[in-house]
């Protein structure tokens, strides 16, 4: 008799997103098998939405208080200063997928989620990427040298195609048998249609 084996749901990230931590966070508190795809680069369709949004003040101010409550249910005080810290973003999934390429992807991106929310360093830091892949045992040479390597840039590059094929606009987003669970506050939602 064959294991059933369940499909692993697609999971679009970003670690800027505090959402995208409390989703993903949550989402492995309830055991979902994922495959992880950051989304770095956006289809230049939505690109325009997304520079009016960071324009809102509302919208900007809602957000400070949105993740200052969610994030306090966690034990997280103040966590806007961390949502201040902008980095290079594309590098910094880049030196990800290196990980994730030798199979420590979820313990690179659980420990750069803890660095950036918890303990409020700065992955644009070179320093803090190294104490990543060193408290994680991965060669940081290796994700570091990745940061620089068009090879991963064009990979991050590519995950656009899946996002129109997809239409994700933003993160997090969770996809389970083509069907699309947006927000850290979906989970149970995911849930149900896994045990479908």
């Known amino acids: 008799m064959e294991d ?3 499909e692993k749901v ?9 959402y995208a931590y409390l989703g993903v966070k949550k989402a492995i508190e309830e055991n979902i098998n994922m495959e992880f795809l950051p989304l770095c680069y956006m289809p230049k369709e939505i690109v325009e939405f997304f520079i009016n949004a960071s324009g809102n003040e509302y919208k900007r101010s809602y957000l400070y208080l949105d993740c200052n409550r969610l994030f306090k249910e966690i034990g997280i005080e103040n966590v806007s200063e961390s949502l201040n810290k902008e980095a290079n973003w594309p590098k910094v999934h880049s030196a990800w997928l290196s990980a994730n390429d030798n199979g ?3 313990e690179f991106m659980m420990e750069a ?23 994680i045992g991965f060669d940081k040479k290796t994700a570091i040298s990745a ?7 064009n990979r991050l ?14 993160v ?3 996809i389970y048998k083509d069907e699309i669970f947006w927000g850290q506050d ?11």
């Open 113 to 135: 989620f803890n660095q950036r929310w918890h303990k409020k360093n700065d992955l644009g830091n070179i320093g803090v990427i190294e104490g990543i892949c060193e408290k």
């Open 157 to 170: 590059k590519s995950y656009t195609k899946i996002m129109r094929e997809y239409k994700i606009f933003g």
């Open 104 to 106: 420590l992807g979820n």
């Open 172 to 174: 997090p987003t969770f």
């Open 10 to 18: 697609k999971c679009f990230f970003n670690f800027r997103s505090p």
């Open 147 to 153: 940061m620089d390597d068009d090879s991963f840039d």
């Open 186 to 196: 979906r989970i149970y939602a995911l849930k149900q249609k896994i045990n479908e």
């Open 4 to 6: 059933f084996v369940l």
